[in-house]
């Protein structure tokens, strides 16, 4: 993982914010390489993933769950199924992620503004393919609290 550098083809903004090859701006990004023993996978982490410790906790249960989705062939064939959404919400990976970090600021009662509402967008209608729900269900922790 870092923070000190920037994902291939990608940038940092004067936010703080990462850009992809795509020009999509993130708080992390993973990104993932097979090679001949499995497949490797880096995180990016902007400064901007730094603002507040639920914040960071946030971006690491999301970036995690790229991981789990990417090194599982069955996973990853489903969690980029392309939904006819737009933005973050494209595929059915995200909106498996973006449900199980709802579940997680809920469950530790964070305030959703102290997550960048840039980059976490709630959609309640979003119904994650229970397959990539369960696989991640790991990564949502009762967090300690902070003050």
Do not use: C
């Amino acid at each position: 993982m870092t923070m000190n550098g920037n994902p291939k083809n990608g940038a940092t903004l004067i936010d703080g914010v990462l850009t992809d090859s795509n020009g999509k701006s993130a708080m992390a990004l993973t990104q993932s390489s097979p090679w001949k023993h499995g497949t490797s996978s880096r995180m990016y982490f902007s400064r901007a993933a730094f603002s507040s410790r639920e914040q960071l906790s946030v971006a690491m249960a999301h970036e995690l769950g790229h991981l789990v989705f990417n090194n599982n062939a069955a996973l990853f064939s489903m969690s980029n199924q392309v939904l006819s959404k737009t933005g973050l919400l494209n595929n059915e990976g995200h909106v498996a992620l973006q449900n199980m970090t709802l579940k997680m600021i809920n469950m530790n009662g964070w305030n959703q503004n102290l997550i960048s509402n840039q980059v976490w967008k709630f959609d309640f209608q979003s119904r994650p393919l229970p397959q990539l729900e369960s696989a991640i269900q790991f990564l949502i922790k009762n967090r300690i609290k902070f003050p």
